[in-house]
Nanobody, 123 residues
Framework: QVQLVESGGGLVQAGGSLRLACAAS????????MGWFRQAPGKRREFVSA???????VHADSVKGRFTISRDNAKSTTYLQMNSVKPEDTAVYYC?????????????????WGQGTQVTVSS
């Protein structure tokens, strides 16, 4: 059974930093591309960042230069380092796993999802 468990969310002041982690189990982690998505109240889910099994990455324009995605295959964990956070980054953040080798920005392409972790940025 595949499980993705996010952690690291919380309350942070604008301009601060936070690191999210997503621990995966029940899958061959190194063969999956991993993504982060977020959903704010009353808004649609949106793509944040993704990392391929090869290590290639892609970020949404809204977070480019501020967020960094990485992975540790030995720990079956992917991370989202969030720097210079803004109030508009407030959302529930979800990680997702994609069994293909490609980077996808559409949530429809992902096979497994975590339960999410809340990030709240105060102004």
């Amino acid at each position: 059974q595949v499980q993705l468990v996010e952690s690291g969310g919380g309350l942070v002041q604008a301009g601060g930093s936070l690191r999210l982690a997503c621990a995966a189990s029940g899958l061959t982690f190194s063969r999956y591309s991993m993504g982060w998505f977020r959903q704010a109240p009353g808004k649609r889910r949106e793509f944040v960042s993704a990392i391929a099994s090869s290590g290639g990455t892609v970020h949404a324009d809204s977070v480019k230069g501020r967020f960094t995605i990485s992975r540790d295959n030995a720990k079956s964990t992917t991370y989202l380092q969030m720097n210079s956070v803004k109030p508009e980054d407030t959302a529930v953040y979800y990680c997702a796993a994609d069994r293909t080798l490609f980077l996808h920005t559409s949530g429809d392409r992902y096979d497994y999802w975590g339960q999410g972790t809340q990030v709240t940025v105060s102004s």
